[in-house]
């Protein structure tokens, strides 16, 4: 039996118990549908070679040896991974365009006996879905920008928000990026698609009538770039700015770069990489704090001499309406949240503006 995706939506009622991706794992790595786990039927060297003798030998030959290939691989996954299920058990199954790996890997399942399906048109469909909405289509959402300079925490007022139930895209979270020089975080960033389909989900998940709060990014986030459909939203979006004295910016962002802070040796090389923009000597002051574990300084310095100038900058190349404006005087959890519905009240001026 074949499932047909028609909107990213549908992703959250597949019927099925598990989603298995029988790509190699070189594809899954690139991308792969929300919770799927991958059992591949050819792993990349296998896929390659049949691939080779496809084109270049004899299709005959290459879907021989394809078969056999897959047959001893989906042997394994059921004597490892797939050994646990009981006859109960409902997967679905899908591959490159949902043909012959996925096929042969849903024929096996089905002869044991599980109700197994397969996704019809395989990745490339749910692909297409995510390049429509976020490339070729207007997104029918109403951004609100969450602006501020570096430090003025916005991700933990996106996180704040979220929790009092109003709509939030987290840019940051979806690229494990930071956003600045010095944003890089464990684990590095998602390939482009993988950004790109989790920030799909994200968007269809939300109502359409209500506002969505998202931070004022550039066009990139690290590396990962914002895709035209939400950037083309975000440039016409209301703004809301929040602000807080430097001294309170600098202590919040020492503790925030705290992963950084950890590894001095990481931190100094991150910053090796603004001697290019802010000359030999600025940056040789801001190694000799890292060496001092002078941070909560270092932050101010990066702030006043880095960071605000290029927000300032930004926002001169944007021609936007005065935004609405919220101060904070400090930035801990409990200000945060005594801050909360003096913001939320701003993000409602703004969408009525």
Known sequence: M???????????SMPADTLIDARSPAEFAEDHLPG???LPSLSDDERAQVGTIYVQDDRFKARRIGASLVARNVATHLEGPLAIYDGSWQPLVYCWRGGQRSG???????????RTRLLDGGYRAY???VVTMLYEQPLALRPVLLDGNTGTAKTRLLELLADKGVQVIDLEGLA?????ALGARKGG??????FEGRLAQCIAALDSQRPVVIEAESHKVGTRIVPPSLWMAMKDAPVVRVTAPLPARAQYL????????DQPEVLSQSLDLLRPLRGHEAVDQWQSMVASGAFTDLAASLMHHHYDPGYERARE????????????????????????????EAIERATRA
């Open 2 to 12: 074949k499932v047909t995706l028609t909107h990213i939506s549908d992703l959250a």
């Open 36 to 38: 799927a786990i991958n």
């Open 104 to 114: 042969a890997f849903a024929s096996i399942l089905d002869q044991i006996g599980w």
């Open 127 to 129: 692909r297409r879905l």
């Open 176 to 180: 494990n990026h930071r956003g600045s």
């Open 189 to 194: 960033q998602p390939p482009q698609k993988l």
């Open 254 to 261: 020492a503790k925030a770069y705290g992963d950084m802070t």
């Open 317 to 344: 190349r944007h021609d936007r309406a005065q935004p609405e404006t919220v101060d904070l005087t400090a930035l801990d959890d409990a200000a945060l949240a005594a801050a909360l519905p003096a913001l939320m």
